[in-house]
């Protein structure tokens, strides 16, 4: 198992937890065809930021709710944070969306 992978599943305590957050990240790799994990682990913040509200721009022309966003946004800021070792701020750009950056 790649090191960022185990680093993001060792992070989570609940097997439910576990379940949707892993679910939520592969979800996002395959949106972006990344090769895997690792890949994702390797961009650096101003990519990684970009990506992520790219995707969020996506699903809400898709119809998808912020409410229903936030499980996989959870789940990419956990990965991030546990990979950079840095926290990560968000806040909202428009109504539904959101912002990342370095905090």
């Given at each position: ?14 097997k439910?937890?576990?379940r ?5 990240l ?5 949106h ?28 809400k022309?898709e119809?998808k ?5 936030q ?14 070792k ?18």
């Amino acid at each position: 198992m790649q090191r960022s992978h185990l680093l993001f599943t060792n992070s989570i305590h609940s097997k439910d937890t576990l379940r949707v957050y892993q679910y939520s990240l592969d979800k996002f790799i395959e949106h972006f065809k990344l090769r895997d994990y690792d890949s994702l682990a390797s961009m650096d913040s101003k990519m990684f930021q970009t990506i992520v509200e790219d995707y969020l721009m996506e699903k809400k022309k898709e119809g998808k709710s912020r409410s229903t966003l936030q499980t996989p946004i959870s789940a990419l800021e956990l990965f991030f944070q546990q990979i950079k070792k840095i926290a990560l701020y968000k806040r909202k750009v428009g109504a539904d969306s959101w912002s990342f950056g370095v905090g």
